[in-house]
Nanobody, 118 residues
Framework: QVVLVESGGGVVQAGGILKLSCTTS????????MAWFRQVTGKEREQVAA???????YAAYSLKDRFRISRDDKKNTLDLQGSSLEPEDTGTYYC????????????WGQGTQVTVSS
């Protein structure tokens, strides 16, 4: 089955920059779509940004100014860049993937913890 592993989490100062990476057991370019989700304190899990196989990307409206998703086919990673981080961004960030024929994101990583310190 598909294995996804997130990395790059840790502690960052408020106003700082975040860069997360997700590596998979399959080619990132082979998935119908991939996405970053997060679960922050007091909130339900939410989608931060997603990208389809063709490279079309989108982010949640409330986050699009600060978060950007990208894919690096050479490194075989799905990346997430964040800026102007706030303590409210603290939470667990997950990488997910959807394959052809699947209606949702059926494949998930274990998540990486991000803590934004004020």
């Amino acid at each position: 089955q598909v294995v996804l592993v997130e990395s790059g989490g840790g502690v960052v100062q408020a106003g700082g920059i975040l860069k997360l990476s997700c590596t998979t057991s399959e080619r990132v370019s082979s998935f119908a779509a991939m996405a970053w989700f997060r679960q922050v304190t007091g909130k339900e899990r939410e989608q931060v940004a997603a990208m389809n196989r063709g490279g079309d990307a989108y982010a949640a409206y409330s986050l699009k100014d600060r978060f950007r998703i990208s894919r690096d086919d050479k490194k075989n990673t799905l990346d997430l860049q964040g800026s102007s981080l706030e303590p409210e961004d603290t939470g667990t960030y997950y990488c997910a993937a959807r394959k052809d024929g699947e209606t949702g994101f059926d494949h998930w990583g274990q998540g990486t913890q991000v803590t934004v310190s004020s």
